[in-house]
């Protein structure tokens, strides 16, 4: 089917019924809206036909993975289909001995991980609901965890991608091999879209061996910038670790039971010289630091999966979260800036200084979280908002100031949806 042909939105609905198995929409809301209809289809064929059904139909379709990340985007211009992919959960390819795996969007971070696991491999990524968490809605969001400083981007280790677009038909880019030259840059276009070019069926990734042994140092500070200026020290060293993020008092309290500002340094690699590195870099700080934990393999997953917990973009009733980019040299000074505007208000606050990046949880009534938000866009180079209520986001870009590239987003989305049934509104700018 073509997505030119016109359909009674009736047949429409029949025909979805008939593409997938039918869920409980209200178990789909999306900032307050619910579908008219929930389903979940078990091909890939069947997902392609669906949105060339919508499309059609004039239906506007939100893909969804786990749920656990929508808080993101902007409210919804309206929402008549929910396409949940995660039948879609197959491995459908593994070379262990290549360090490639094709992996189908639908898939638990969970399950890819353990998979990975049993061969002494990874990919370097985190989740705070690890079994919730699908692979689509991971490259869909785009948006990396702090061990990004030690391993680059996840955007960085797609290799192909494979994609359901609004005209029915599945478009695939890239390949399985990690020497990858011929065609577009698919994957980068899709990686952060937030489904609103296309529906992600399946991504490849190169994989990474696991490391034999994981630490954590937690080191306390009296002052942020005391705090900022270690993690500058030991972003600049010649020590290698993983992901070094601040965690402002309220948050070392909750994830470390540590008073004061945290400065966590994530070391893997070989038992011994993780060892090594740890010594190495608490006594290049070690003057100006209080307290100092080390904390085992164990502790290490727990505690950087709880961090990530403070970086979702959850729904908020009562509190809003926003991303601030900034030069990591500038960190310690947004921290300052946000303690003394927002005192006890200041939910939460942690900088990853490996990638420049403050994560700012504010609470208040809406009104003044609206102010909130109308500060924190301003500040560091760009801000998007995270997680807040309905009413804050109303009238809002989540996305924060405007880049350059919108009149180029703009044509992508005109080319790949030309009928805006992908996430209508959701996107960078409402696309
Ligand atoms: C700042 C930040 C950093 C993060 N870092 C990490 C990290 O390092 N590791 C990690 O595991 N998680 C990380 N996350 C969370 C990660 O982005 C989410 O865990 C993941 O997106 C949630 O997946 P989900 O399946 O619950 O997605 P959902 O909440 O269901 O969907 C998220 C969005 O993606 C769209 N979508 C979902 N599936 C598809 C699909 N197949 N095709 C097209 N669009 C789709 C949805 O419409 C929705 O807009 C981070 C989140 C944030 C906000």
Redesign the pocket.
């Known amino acids: 089917m073509t997505g030119t042909t016109r359909l009674a939105p009736g047949v429409a609905m029949e025909r979805l019924a008939e593409l997938g198995a039918p869920h409980d929409p209200r178990a789909y809301r999306v900032d307050g809206l619910e579908p008219l209809v929930a389903l979940a289809p078990e091909t890939p064929e069947a997902v392609a036909e669906a949105l060339a059904v919508c499309a059609a139909a004039g239906l506007v379709v939100?893909?969804?993975?786990?749920?656990?990340?929508?808080g993101?985007?902007n409210l919804p211009e309206r929402y008549d289909v929910a396409l949940d992919?995660r039948s879609l959960s197959a491995i459908t390819h593994y070379e262990p001995d290549d360090l490639t795996i094709a992996v189908q969007?639908g898939r638990s971070?969970a399950s890819l991980s353990s998979e990975l696991a049993a061969h002494g491999q990874m990919l370097p990524?985190?989740?705070a609901d690890?079994e919730?968490?699908?692979i689509?809605?991971?490259v869909?969001?785009g948006?990396?965890?702090p061990r990004r400083f030690g391993y680059g981007s996840l955007r960085d280790l797609i290799i192909g991608i494979t994609v359901a677009l609004p005209d029915g038909t599945l478009a695939r880019g890239g390949g399985i091999v990690v020497k990858n030259v011929s065609g577009y840059d698919m994957m980068r276009l899709h990686f952060g879209a937030?489904?609103s070019l296309g529906?992600?069926i399946q991504a490849n990734f190169k994989v990474l061996p696991a490391p034999e042994a994981q630490r954590t140092l937690l080191l306390s500070f009296r002052e942020s910038d005391q705090s900022a200026a270690a993690a500058l020290t030991l972003r600049t060293s010649q020590l290698a670790p993983t992901a070094l993020v601040v965690l402002a008092p309220p948050v070392a309290k909750r994830l470390a039971d540590l008073e004061r500002w945290v400065l966590a340094a994530r070391c893997e690699g070989p038992e011994g010289a993780v060892e090594r590195q740890v010594e190495r870099l608490r006594a290049s700080v070690e003057t100006a630091s209080g307290e100092s934990v080390v904390l085992d393999d164990r502790k290490t997953l727990a505690f950087w999966s709880s961090v990530?917990g403070e970086?979702?973009?959850t729904p908020f009733d009562r509190e809003l979260r926003v991303?601030i980019g900034e030069l990591p040299s500038r960190l310690g000074e947004l921290a300052a800036q946000l303690e003394r505007r927002y005192g006890s208000a200041l939910r939460s606050l942690v900088l990853d200084s490996g990638s420049g990046l403050a994560?700012v949880t504010v609470s208040g009534e809406p009104v003044e979280l609206r102010a909130f938000w109308g500060e924190l866009r301003e500040l560091g180079r760009h801000a998007t908002l995270?997680g807040a209520p309905i009413e804050v986001k109303a009238g809002e870009d989540v996305f924060g100031r405007h880049p350059e590239g919108i009149p180029v987003m703009r044509r992508l989305k005109e080319t790949f949806d030309p009928e805006r049934i992908l996430?209508r509104g959701?996107f960078i700018a409402h696309l």
Do not use: K
Request: aromatic letters at 4%; charged letters at 15%.
């Open positions: 939100i893909p969804w993975g786990g749920g656990r990340q929508m993101l985007g992919v969007a971070i990524i985190e989740a690890p919730r968490v699908t689509g809605g991971l869909a969001t948006i990396g965890c937030l489904g529906v992600i990530q970086l979702e973009a991303r994560y995270l996430n959701r």
